[in-house]
């Protein structure tokens, strides 16, 4: 199927066949890649008894790992590279740790899963070919994770028309046509299959094959939507000139846009050489743009790190995890150290750690009086060195729930500073005593620690830090009593927890380094009387057992900054705090609205009234079409997908509202809806936009396709397609929705209406006195 690939920057086609040799990466004389493709035996490693040999390789598609598999029921298993997150490098899992000697460090390396499947642990032979497993895969990955949209689609598209031809005689016939049909998420019936069939079928032989198949897929692949949005803004029906799409900038996509943008764009995405030569975009550019970062709802502009970073740390909303080695549940649950470096890839940026004496005098983190597992303290601060800062440099904090003994306290503070070293922050910035928390900036790549600290931060430049140690109440469920050893609490130095009593006292007496912790609901409760600029921590109730979350927006709604989720749940609320850590560079710190930085603001979420917030807006939106939607079943071939949207407005209680379309009967691969909402948003600053894709059952609830969620001051208004994660926040490849987004400053439009009816009257008053003076003539 060379004839409808054009993988020209990642496969380079050998010939046009179905044959799953046709394509290979541009590195086919890549030495590493050759090895992948001939694979070899690994030692994999489950524990200290289970260590079996098996042999892995790379399918010819580059897209596919093979397993060897001595499961008589389970056969050989494949698995996708793009079901991979990360390969590591010598002994960096938890498993490999425990069930693998140090010295067979260079000759180990872990397969990291997106996800929540458990990782594969590997053992070569020898260094230099673990090296060459590492390098070829991380190689593949790099290409993969470089592919559009629209490449990945054409993958997926061929990849099932190869499990459509059974016999493998490179050709399709009717019957493997309606098979393909199922596989791409489609049903359709015996005579329009069989339509289909003949208007490709142009030899007449019974079967497709070469130029047959290419018309197929054209006519598969053709998006009605766009043909009419591409005819509408293109004079000349083949091409459209620089100066039709700069129309289309300005007139649908409200874009700020000059010549020389639309110019850009051209170069950019235009694939025809003779076409870019002539400053044209064809159709296939128009499309190309349309899926790439330029034509998604996320405004490319908030991909970076756009916000002020220079401010003090109580000015930001902070990425934050409950209970952070936690896999699974809260009272049986597995603890591991891995649930440290997923929470921190996904730019979290403060981490809990619930410490406890352990055996041998070694501190360990669980969850205390339960049966979840138990990791040692000293593993954790490894994980966190390791992965503190490899996807943000801003400050990391460790919210330590001290339940430990002075003795192992006193070895909990050596692990933090030997492991951490320059790392860890253990005094105040500048050489004398600060008055306002220090900004993200200040404190890229240092780790602060949360917890209780004995006296007041001044002690540090006055001399009067001699106090050993003293009871403390840590701040648990219970607020149990704690004696607390100088050396740990020496390194809480920015963010000393204390009791709340109310909000005057903490006003008047609280200091700018202390902050307090409430769970869900004790803060639900104060919110509404809330007006403290301190830094605060909110966690989920202890009657949370299944780990679920509560809603983290009434929190940030009101300011608080360090509002913490469990990490291991994919549920709605997870998805919003994606949404609030998706702009400003994913680096897990988001400057909050000025309202919300001066507690004499009188901004009161609960209690709506006119202000510098209210910025009222109409969202208009359009609900287009949906391209190959996943199956939800797919060991059954024959359930396809009935698709409904559902939108979603979270904020503040007035802003938040909910619509949905209409279900598409059996089809996934490409069902149109074009029904439009219309939402009014008072407090844009606060609000996110929440699309749900379900596949809809009439006697049951609705099975979840895919989401995405994304602050309302981050989309881009016009035709946008709207990327669909996972319900564990990872990208569907090749997936999307098709939106048309209009945002409308209501105020604005009301004196632009007028504005227009003034100089109406002004005309007609001029018409007025023109007639007059010409009577009078």
């Given at each position: 199927?060379a004839c409808v690939t054009p993988y020209d920057s990642i496969f380079t086609v050998q010939a046009k066949s179905l044959d799953s040799s046709s394509h290979s990466l541009c590195l086919e004389d890549d030495a590493d890649l050759k090895f992948l493709l001939e694979g070899g035996a690994l030692q994999k490693v489950r524990s200290n008894s289970w260590q079996k040999s098996r042999f892995y390789k790379l399918l010819e598609d580059c897209m596919t790992m093979w397993q060897e598999s001595h499961k008589a029921f389970k056969g050989d298993q494949t698995f996708s590279i793009e079901d991979i997150e990360s390969v590591r490098q010598g002994r960096?899992?938890?498993?490999?740790?425990?069930?693998?000697?140090?010295?067979?460090?260079?000759?180990?390396?872990?397969?990291?899963?997106?996800?929540?499947?458990?990782?594969?642990?590997?053992?070569?032979?020898?260094?230099?070919?673990?090296?060459?497993?590492?390098?070829?895969?991380?190689?593949?990955?790099?290409?993969?994770?470089?592919?559009?949209?629209?490449?990945?689609?054409?993958?997926?598209?061929?990849?099932?028309?190869?499990?459509?031809?059974?016999?493998?005689?490179?050709?399709?016939?009717?019957?493997?046509?309606?098979?393909?049909?199922?596989?791409?998420?489609?049903?359709?019936?015996?005579?329009?299959?069989?339509?289909?069939?003949?208007?490709?079928?142009?030899?007449?032989?019974?079967?497709?094959?070469?130029?047959?198949?290419?018309?197929?897929?054209?006519?598969?692949?053709?998006?009605?939507?766009?043909?009419?949005?591409?005819?509408?803004?293109?004079?000349?029906?083949?091409?459209?000139?620089?100066?039709?799409?700069?129309?289309?900038?300005?007139?649908?996509?409200?874009?700020?846009?000059?010549?020389?943008?639309?110019?850009?764009?051209?170069?950019?995405?235009?694939?025809?050489?003779?076409?870019?030569?002539?400053?044209?975009?064809?159709?296939?550019?128009?499309?190309?743009?349309?899926?790439?970062?330029?034509?998604?709802?996320?405004?490319?502009?908030?991909?970076?790190?756009?916000?002020?970073?220079?401010?003090?740390?109580?000015?930001?909303?902070?990425?934050?995890?409950?209970?952070?080695?936690?896999?699974?549940?809260?009272?049986?649950?597995?603890?591991?150290?891995e649930a440290y470096v997923r929470a921190l890839m996904k730019n979290c940026r403060c981490v809990e750690l619930d410490c406890w004496d352990g055996a041998n005098g070694e501190p360990v983190v669980y969850h205390g009086y339960t049966l979840t597992s138990k990791i040692l303290f000293k593993d954790v601060i490894k994980a966190i060195k390791e992965y503190a800062f490899k996807v943000s440099e801003y400050p990391v904090i460790l919210s330590l729930e001290n339940h430990c003994t002075v003795d192992q306290q006193k070895i909990m503070a050596n692990h933090l500073t030997k492991i951490l070293g320059s790392a860890l922050l253990v005094h105040?910035?500048?050489?004398?005593?600060?008055?306002?928390?220090?900004?993200?900036?200040?404190?890229?790549?240092?780790?602060?620690?949360?917890?209780?600290?004995?006296?007041?931060?001044?002690?540090?430049?006055?001399?009067?830090?001699?106090?050993?140690?003293?009871?403390?109440?840590?701040?648990?469920?219970?607020?149990?009593?704690?004696?607390?050893?100088?050396?740990?609490?020496?390194?809480?130095?920015?963010?000393?927890?204390?009791?709340?009593?109310?909000?005057?006292?903490?006003?008047?007496?609280?200091?700018?380094?202390?902050?307090?912790?409430?769970?869900?609901?004790?803060?639900?409760?104060?919110?509404?009387?809330?007006?403290?600029?301190?830094?605060?921590?909110?966690?989920?109730?202890?009657?949370?057992?299944?780990?679920?979350?509560?809603?983290?927006?009434?929190?940030?709604?009101?300011?608080?900054?360090?509002?913490?989720?469990?990490?291991?749940?994919?549920?709605?609320?997870?998805?919003?705090?994606?949404?609030?850590?998706?702009?400003?560079?994913?680096?897990?710190?988001?400057?909050?609205?000025?309202?919300?930085?001066?507690?004499?603001?009188?901004?009161?979420?609960?209690?709506?009234?006119?202000?510098?917030?209210?910025?009222?807006?109409?969202?208009?939106?359009?609900?287009?079409?949906?391209?190959?939607?996943?199956?939800?079943?797919?060991?059954?071939?024959?359930?396809?997908?009935?698709?409904?949207?559902?939108?979603?407005?979270?904020?503040?209680?007035?802003?938040?509202?909910?619509?949905?379309?209409?279900?598409?009967?059996?089809?996934?691969?490409?069902?149109?809806?074009?029904?439009?909402?219309?939402?009014?948003?008072?407090?844009?600053?606060?609000?996110?936009?929440?699309?749900?894709?379900?596949?809809?059952?009439?006697?049951?609830?609705?099975?979840?396709?895919?989401?995405?969620?994304?602050?309302?001051?981050?989309?881009?208004?016009?035709?946008?397609?709207?990327?669909?994660?996972?319900?564990?926040?990872?990208?569907?490849?090749?997936?999307?929705?098709?939106?048309?987004?209009?945002?409308?400053?209501?105020?604005?439009?009301?004196?632009?209406?007028?504005?227009?009816?003034?100089?109406?009257?002004?005309?007609?008053?001029?018409?007025?006195?023109?007639?007059?003076?010409?009577?009078?003539?």
């Amino acid at each position: 199927y060379a004839c409808v690939t054009p993988y020209d920057s990642i496969f380079t086609v050998q010939a046009k066949s179905l044959d799953s040799s046709s394509h290979s990466l541009c590195l086919e004389d890549d030495a590493d890649l050759k090895f992948l493709l001939e694979g070899g035996a690994l030692q994999k490693v489950r524990s200290n008894s289970w260590q079996k040999s098996r042999f892995y390789k790379l399918l010819e598609d580059c897209m596919t790992m093979w397993q060897e598999s001595h499961k008589a029921f389970k056969g050989d298993q494949t698995f996708s590279i793009e079901d991979i997150e990360s390969v590591r490098q010598g002994r960096q899992s938890e498993g490999l740790q425990k069930f693998t000697d140090p010295d067979m460090e260079e000759r180990c390396f872990s397969i990291i899963f997106k996800g929540h499947r458990k990782n594969l642990d590997l053992m070569a032979k020898s260094p230099e070919e673990a090296s060459k497993w590492v390098a070829g895969l991380g190689k593949v990955l790099s290409y993969v994770s470089k592919l559009n949209r629209q490449q990945n689609s054409e993958h997926w598209i061929l990849s099932c028309m190869r499990k459509a031809d059974k016999n493998k005689d490179n050709k399709m016939t009717l019957k493997e046509l309606k098979h393909f049909m199922r596989q791409i998420n489609i049903e359709v019936d015996d005579a329009y299959a069989e339509l289909l069939f003949r208007r490709c079928d142009t030899s007449n032989s019974g079967t497709l094959e070469g130029d047959e198949i290419k018309i197929f897929y054209q006519m598969l692949t053709s998006r009605e939507e766009i043909d009419v949005i591409y005819g509408k803004f293109s004079k000349n029906a083949r091409e459209m000139s620089a100066g039709d799409l700069l129309n289309f900038l300005k007139t649908e996509q409200i874009e700020h846009a000059t010549l020389e943008d639309a110019l850009n764009l051209i170069e950019k995405y235009e694939p025809d050489e003779i076409a870019k030569s002539n400053k044209h975009m064809t159709k296939d550019g128009f499309l190309m743009y349309l899926q790439q970062e330029d034509g998604l709802i996320l405004n490319p502009a908030y991909k970076k790190i756009y916000q002020d970073m220079t401010q003090p740390l109580n000015h930001y909303f902070i990425n934050s995890s409950h209970n952070t080695y936690l896999m699974e549940d809260q009272l049986k649950g597995p603890s591991s150290t891995e649930a440290y470096v997923r929470a921190l890839m996904k730019n979290c940026r403060c981490v809990e750690l619930d410490c406890w004496d352990g055996a041998n005098g070694e501190p360990v983190v669980y969850h205390g009086y339960t049966l979840t597992s138990k990791i040692l303290f000293k593993d954790v601060i490894k994980a966190i060195k390791e992965y503190a800062f490899k996807v943000s440099e801003y400050p990391v904090i460790l919210s330590l729930e001290n339940h430990c003994t002075v003795d192992q306290q006193k070895i909990m503070a050596n692990h933090l500073t030997k492991i951490l070293g320059s790392a860890l922050l253990v005094h105040p910035l500048g050489d004398q005593m600060p008055t306002a928390l220090p900004s993200p900036e200040d404190l890229k790549g240092r780790v602060l620690i949360k917890g209780k600290r004995l006296n007041k931060l001044d002690a540090v430049f006055n001399n009067n830090n001699t106090i050993d140690e003293e009871s403390v109440s840590e701040e648990d469920e219970a607020r149990t009593k704690i004696k607390l050893a100088k050396e740990l609490s020496d390194l809480v130095i920015y963010c000393k927890s204390v009791h709340f009593s109310s909000f005057e006292n903490s006003r008047t007496k609280q200091a700018f380094y202390e902050m307090a912790s409430f769970k869900e609901t004790k803060a639900f409760h104060l919110a509404e009387n809330s007006g403290n600029n301190h830094l605060s921590r909110i966690y989920p109730a202890g009657s949370r057992t299944d780990s679920s979350n509560y809603n983290p927006v009434p929190m940030w709604n009101v300011g608080s900054q360090i509002v913490a989720l469990n990490f291991q749940t994919p549920c709605k609320e997870m998805d919003l705090n994606q949404a609030m850590f998706l702009p400003n560079g994913q680096c897990g710190y988001i400057l909050k609205p000025q309202f919300l930085r001066d507690p004499s603001s009188g901004f009161n979420p609960f209690k709506l009234t006119k202000g510098p917030w209210y910025k009222k807006k109409t969202l208009h939106l359009m609900v287009i079409s949906a391209q190959q939607l996943p199956k939800i079943n797919k060991n059954k071939e024959s359930s396809i997908v009935d698709p409904l949207v559902k939108v979603d407005i979270f904020g503040v209680s007035e802003d938040c509202a909910s619509k949905k379309t209409h279900h598409i009967e059996n089809n996934g691969f490409n069902p149109m809806w074009n029904v439009s909402f219309e939402f009014t948003v008072r407090v844009p600053e606060l609000a996110f936009v929440r699309f749900v894709v379900d596949d809809y059952d009439k006697g049951s609830q609705n099975d979840r396709i895919g989401q995405y969620t994304i602050p309302f001051t981050s989309m881009q208004n016009g035709y946008r397609h709207v990327p669909l994660l996972t319900k564990r926040g990872d990208l569907i490849p090749s997936t999307g929705l098709f939106v048309h987004i209009m945002v409308v400053d209501k105020s604005a439009l009301i004196l632009k209406c007028m504005c227009r009816r003034i100089l109406t009257f002004f005309c007609l008053f001029l018409i007025m006195v023109h007639i007059f003076f010409y009577l009078l003539e």
